[in-house]
């Protein structure tokens, strides 16, 4: 850990900022180029899923799999990571996420072994669930209440960032240079993203935008502060926004498209749009965050709840309904505002809701990585669901529409303004 770190984890910093200092957005961008290098890697394969199931033979299920391990280690590592971050500092816990996603790229590459490609996947994921604590910790670190739900909600846009990217380019690399040309393409941008956050990343010193940089403790003594309920109510919400949006929206709605007679290609754009709507929404939704009173913030997570309710009401739109084409693109563009509401509207609440110390952000961050993961991982019920013949609006009453109203209930249990320790 660096001598600035340190410094603000004894209690040096001086009172909480209010100005935004100019270098915080020069940290913002080195952070947000190192952390869509995490999911980069994760979508990769499906932009070029023909070539990777074709080349390595693989089932669907076990390509499935290849997403889901990362789910896996991402939900593994979400605590200790906040551990890691403390013991070794923010600056080389995202070092070590970069290299394991460089050396997991390099690995899937080496030979066309099933077993090396699983290997190199399980690297990746450590880089994942180590990036996706740290960088909102850094983040948050460095923006103070007025601009922290801005700066945090443009971060949010990094998954999106990376699956247009990957969507956009990877075929074509793929068509002209190889499979190969892709993974490679992965890590070399992972280079340069390592070699440019460690040059210019920085701590505030002397200041801190969360109050109280106390020493810690023990480990056992950090855990207190899971002690505080509201986190996780936050946690739940947040699972059901993953749920709906990875597992959900992002991996069958495109299917569904292609079952009521639109190709692939046009499937695959309008789809691609809902993301859009998020990746420009996300900062927005932020930026309002921050202009709500702190026990009003609740506020985007409630509406991301009611927009998901009512997309998936009008999504799949039958004969009898009459929505037709209609609802199709209702269900695209509230599923957009769903994604920004839920993406810009939670991640700021975490250190807002444990905001006593820099342990406190790093833990509230760990657990937003952890439901985020493991909402992931639930997207093969919805399959489940249309593999028993309940038909894509019944598979929706079955899953969807039932959790968005318990996360439009717990909405409205979320408290940032409540104590910040452990003990709420």
Not at 127 to 134: F, N, T
Not at 207 to 222: A, K, L
Not at 391 to 404: F, N
Not at 414 to 421: L, R, T, V, Y
């Amino acid at each position: 850990m660096s001598m600035t770190e340190n410094a603000i984890h004894l209690g040096i910093a001086s009172d909480p900022i209010q100005k935004t200092p100019r270098y915080a957005w020069v940290i913002l961008a080195v952070t947000y180029l190192a952390s869509i290098c995490a999911p980069l890697g994760q979508f990769k394969i499906t932009a070029i899923a023909g070539e990777i199931i074709g080349t390595y033979g693989l089932g669907y299920a076990e390509f499935g799999m290849l997403m889901t391990c990362l789910a896996i280690i991402g939900a593994i590592l979400a605590f200790p990571a906040a551990f890691i971050c403390r013991r070794i500092g923010l600056r080389a816990t995202c070092a070590i996420a970069l290299g394991c996603i460089i050396a997991g790229g390099l690995v899937e590459v080496a030979t066309n072994s099933v077993v090396l490609l699983y290997l190199g996947r399980f690297a990746e994921g450590v880089g994942l669930g180590l990036i996706g604590v740290a960088a909102p910790t850094i983040i948050s670190l460095w923006f103070p209440n007025k601009t922290r739900g801005l700066a945090l909600g443009a971060w949010c846009t990094w998954v999106p960032m990376a699956i247009t990217i990957d969507f956009n380019v990877a075929p074509a690399l793929a068509a002209t240079f190889g499979w190969q040309s892709v993974f490679y393409g992965v890590v070399a941008v992972t280079i340069v993203a390592l070699v440019l956050f460690v040059a210019l990343y920085r701590v505030p010193v002397g200041q801190s935008s969360i109050p109280n940089y106390g020493v810690e403790g023990s480990f056992r003594d950090c855990f207190t502060y899971l002690k505080n309920r509201y986190i996780w109510i936050l946690g739940l919400t947040f699972l059901v926004f993953n749920f709906i949006q990875g597992g959900v929206v992002n991996t069958y709605y495109p299917t569904y498209l292609g079952s009521v007679g639109f190709d692939m290609a046009t499937a695959g754009f309008m789809t691609s749009v809902i993301t859009l709507i998020g990746f420009i929404m996300n900062p927005l939704s932020g930026a309002w965050s921050d202009r709500l009173s702190i026990n009003r913030k609740y506020i985007l997570v409630t509406l991301f709840a009611v927009t998901s309710i009512i997309g998936f009401l009008v999504g799949f739109p039958s004969e009898a309904s009459g929505l037709g084409l209609a609802g199709i693109w209702a269900f695209i563009v509230l599923m957009g505002f769903s994604a920004a509401f839920g993406g810009g509207g939670s991640r700021p609440l975490a250190p807002t809701i444990l905001s006593s110390s820099a342990m406190a952000a790093t833990l509230g961050m760990a657990v937003m990585q952890f439901t985020q993961c493991f909402g992931q991982m639930l997207a093969p019920v919805y399959g489940a669901c249309l593999d028993a013949g309940l038909g894509w609006m019944g598979s929706a009453w079955a899953t969807v529409i039932p959790l968005s109203v318990i996360a439009l209930v717990l909405s409205f249990f979320i408290k940032p303004g409540g104590k910040a320790s452990g003990h709420d």
